[in-house]
C-alpha cells in the first residue's frame, strides 16, 4: 500500500552518494517503469471483458513492438495475481534497476506457483472483476474484444489445452461471432465438417409436446468431494476435475472429466433460453461421451459456482488451481433430476456426434452477481440451436 516506506529505510542504510543513485533510479523507475507496469496491469485484467479492454488496445496502437507488450501484460498480470510484486519493483536497489525489473518480468513469465491459488490472489481477482464496470466506455466494445480475442489467439492458439481435449479441445480460431463464428465452423478446417453437414448436432430446442413421455431410469450420479483445475480456454471457464465422480446411466458408467459454462444457455425448452448453462461431460471405458446439462436462471447464489468464480482465471489458457476437495458436484445439481434425453454432438467444433444428452429440466439458481460475472469475460459463448431431424427426444417422467 506504501510503497514508499521501504525504500526510506534502505536509503538510510547506504552512504550519501549511494543514496543519491539510488533515489534517481528510484525516481526514474516511477516515472518509467510503473506507470508501464500498471498499464499492462489494466489491459491484461480485463482481457477479454468488453469495456475495459481500451487499455490494452491503446496500449498496443502506440507501442511499436507488439510482442513485448504481450508478454509484459501476461507477466504483470501473473505477478499482480501472486502477490502485488509491482511494489517490489518500485523499490528495487538493483544497479541495473530498469532492466532488472524488465527481466524479473521474464523470469517469472511461467512459474508453475503463480497458479497457486492464494487468498491475495482471489481478491485481486475479485476486485478485477469489479473494477470492469467502472471502466471507461469510450471505447467501441466489440471492436476491442475482437482484437483482443485475435491477440489471444495469436498468442495461444498452437497450444491445445491439456485435458480439455473432449469438449472444447481444439485449437483453430473459431469463435461466436464474425467469420469464425458458428455458421462458419464447418469451414475452418476439414476436421470441423461435421458442424456443417451434421444430422445429430446440439444444442437443439426441445418441444416437450413432441417428446417421447414416459417411464425412464433415474440417473446415478457418484459424485464426491473433489479437486480441481479451473482454466479459461479462451471459449469459456471450464473446471478439469481430479477425483471420484460418475455418473450411470442405460448400463454403462462414465467418468466426470469436466464442466464448464455457456451463456446463454446452448438448449432451449419450448424455445426459452435460460440464462446460462453448466456442461458436465463424461466418458466411459468406451470412449463415449455422456453430457449433463444443467440448466441456471437467477435466483440465490449457487455455492459451487462461487468456488470456482473464485478461482476463475482471467487470462487465457491460464490454470488455476482449486484447493484440495473444493468441489461438490451435487451443489451443483437440482433436486428433481428428471431430464431430457437425446443423441446429440460436441456444440463446439469439432462437433462430434454419438453424444448422449441429458437436459435437466428442473433449473438450478445462481445469482444474477454470477451470471454477470461470467458475462464480463464470456458476453455470449452459445451454439444457436440445430435442427432436430426427426430424432427422438425422450421425457423421463
Ligand atoms: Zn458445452
New binding site residues.
Given amino acids: 500500500m506504501k510503497p514508499s516506506n521501504t525504500p526510506i529505510a534502505t536509503l538510510s542504510s547506504l552512504t550519501p552518494v549511494f543514496k543519491l543513485m539510488v533515489l534517481g533510479m528510484g525516481l526514474s523507475l516511477l516515472a518509467l517503469g510503473l506507470p508501464r507496469v500498471y498499464a499492462a496491469d489494466h489491459g491484461a485484467e480485463h482481457t477479454p471483458a468488453p469495456a475495459a479492454s481500451k487499455p490494452a488496445v491503446k496500449k498496443a496502437g502506440t507501442s511499436p513492438p507488439e510482442e513485448a507488450p504481450l508478454v509484459d501484460i501476461k507477466a504483470a498480470l501473473r505477478e499482480q495475481m501472486t502477490g502485488k510484486k509491482k511494489v517490489t519493483l518500485v523499490i528495487s536497489d538493483k544497479p541495473e534497476a530498469k532492466s532488472a525489473a524488465a527481466s524479473s518480468h521474464s523470469t517469472t513469465a511461467k512459474p508453475a506457483a503463480a497458479h497457486e491459488p492464494e487468498p491475495v490472489a482471489a481478491k485481486a481477482t475479485a476486485v478485477a472483476h469489479a473494477a470492469v464496470s467502472h471502466s471507461s466506455p469510450v471505447v467501441n466494445p466489440r471492436a476491442s474484444r475482437e482484437y483482443i480475442r485475435a491477440k489471444a489467439a495469436a498468442l495461444t492458439g498452437h497450444e491445445a489445452p491439456a485435458g480439455s481435449a473432449d469438449?472444447h479441445g481444439s485449437e483453430v480460431h473459431w469463435g461466436y461471432e464474425g467469420e469464425n463464428g458458428p455458421q462458419n465452423w464447418g469451414k475452418l478446417k476439414p476436421e470441423f465438417n461435421v458442424c456443417a453437414i451434421g444430422k445429430r448436432q446440439s444444442p437443439i430446442n426441445i418441444e416437450e409436446s413432441a417428446t417421447l413421455q414416459g417411464p425412464a431410469e433415474p440417473l446415478q450420479f457418484n459424485y464426491t468431494a473433489s479437486s480441481g483445475t479451473v482454466v479459461n480456454n479462451g471459449h469459456t471457464i471450464q473446471v478439469d476435475l481430479a477425483g471420484d465422480n460418475s455418473l450411470t446411466v442405460r448400463g454403462s458408467t462414465y467418468r466426470l472429466l469436466q464442466f464448464?459454462f455457456?451463456t446463454p444457455s446452448?438448449e432451449q425448452v419450448n424455445y426459452r433460453n435460460s440464462s446460462m448453462v453448466a456442461?458436465l461431460v463424461h466418458k466411459n471405458n468406451e470412449g463415449q461421451l455422456a453430457v449433463v446439462a444443467v440448466l441456471l436462471d437467477p435466483g440465490v447464489a449457487n455455492a459451487l459456482i462461487g468456488k470456482v468464480w473464485t478461482y476463475m482465471p482471467l487470462d487465457t489458457n491460464d490454470r488455476v488451481r482449486m484447493p484440495l476437495g473444493i468441489i461438490d458436484m451435487n451443489e451443483l445439481l437440482p433436486k428433481d433430476q428428471r431430464y431430457f434425453q437425446f443423441i446429440g454432438s460436441l456444440?463446439?467444433p469439432p462437433c462430434t456426434e454419438g453424444v448422449l444428452w441429458m437436459v435437466l429440466k428442473q433449473p438450478t439458481q445462481l445469482s444474477r452477481e454470477q451470471i454477470r460475472m461470467f458475462q464480463q469475460l464470456f458476453p455470449n459463448n452459445a451454439r444457436p440451436v440445430q435442427p432436430v431431424n426427426g430424432r427422438p427426444v425422450r421425457q423421463a417422467q
Fill in positions: 469438449a464448464h455457456h446452448e456442461h456444440t463446439t
